[in-house]
């Protein structure tokens, strides 16, 4: 597939998937949901991938969605319903087996809180200024602002950012927890890179297995939680890839997993 509002590129075992159309401040349109989606595809099904990054160009990170075709497709009979193609999308991302690094390179806002938010880290320039929206157009959010941000960052934070549709700095939102890392503007893609290269050279198995956990613990009793950790943990000893990380350890050099 040809891409027009996304670039795609492998490095290292780094994905890169860049929305491209800064013109629109990288805002989500039926274009951008499609190509996402094929981009995915191409990921999930290359084993050679395993870490992705998602950040965009110019001065956003992504601005939301395209409003014009919310309003176009809502509710109107006989047309694809774009609330229904971004939640599939959001979800898929949020359970894709591998790690996902979100660069913040701009304006982060509405849809794109809630598309950053389907990245398990997310490290932001300097510049960047997140926050929700939805109020500020008296819209209610629909893949996780209400129901995600508070988890986040905590209910009354989420309330702040939710209520009063402001922007705040990529730094006062690390102080909340949404972000992991603040870095120099001209510097973050090097940083994102470096971080992603990172999670590329561990087993592939171990941290998808973390993830599943992870993900699960939060719907889960602590005890449940708990449980679930111990049978993954009991399963993984069957792994080739503990067996060669003990190895390693124990050899003194770097291990080489292979994700079995």
Known sequence: MAYETIAV???NGVATIRLSHAEQMNALSFDVIDELADALSWVEGNDGVRSLVITGTGSAFCAGADLKEVLDTLGVRGKRDFLDAIAQLF???RNLPVPVVGGLNGITMA????????????IAGESARIG???SNFGVFPGAGGAAVLPERIGL????????????LPARRLMEMGLVQEVVADDTLDDRVQEFAEKLAAKSPLVLRRMKSVANQSMEMSQSGALQLELET????FRSDDIKEGLEAFAEKRKPVFTGQ
């Open 9 to 11: 590129n492998e490095i």
């Open 91 to 93: 979800k898929r991302l």
């Open 111 to 122: 849809g794109g809180l809630e598309l950053a938010m389907c990245c398990d880290v997310l």
């Open 132 to 134: 929700d929206a939805h």
């Open 156 to 167: 009354n934070n989420a309330k702040y950012l939710l209520f009063s549709g402001d922007a």
């Open 233 to 236: 943990l009991r399963n993984h």
